[in-house]
């Protein structure tokens, strides 16, 4: 399955690229919300995992506006702003999950995710 891979951080891009091909998928990466503007309207996309370290409460909510009905979203925070957990849960995102998690449990939470859809 396609999955648009929203993070503004190449370290953990690369990672997190890594975490959904070993789950099986085909990511496809972008930096930043206007890239994912792209890439959605240039295809079909089964599911969104994006990082919300970087302007967490703003990602959390634009995110929100730009994907597409029925696309679930997974995306982490960074442990220290709770808020951007809680502001991402508020505007529907599925699943928010501290970015250590994702970079453990990642293909699990994003195949739970999908199985889920």
Do not use: Y
Request: with cysteine.
């Amino acid at each position: 399955m396609r999955i648009a891979v929203v993070v503004p951080d190449p370290e953990f891009g690369s990672q997190t690229v890594k975490i959904v091909q070993d789950a099986g998928h085909d990511p496809e990466l972008t930096t930043d919300i206007d890239g994912l503007v792209g890439l959605l309207a240039a295809e079909d996309f089964a599911a969104i995992v994006a990082d919300l370290s970087v302007d967490g409460v703003e990602w959390a909510e634009a995110l929100a506006d730009v994907r597409p009905d029925g696309v679930p979203v997974l995306a982490c925070f960074p442990p220290i702003e709770p808020d951007v957990r809680a502001v991402a849960l508020e505007v529907g995102l599925d699943q928010v999950v501290p970015r250590s998690r994702l970079a453990r449990e990642g293909g699990t939470l994003l195949n739970d995710l999908l199985d889920d859809k």
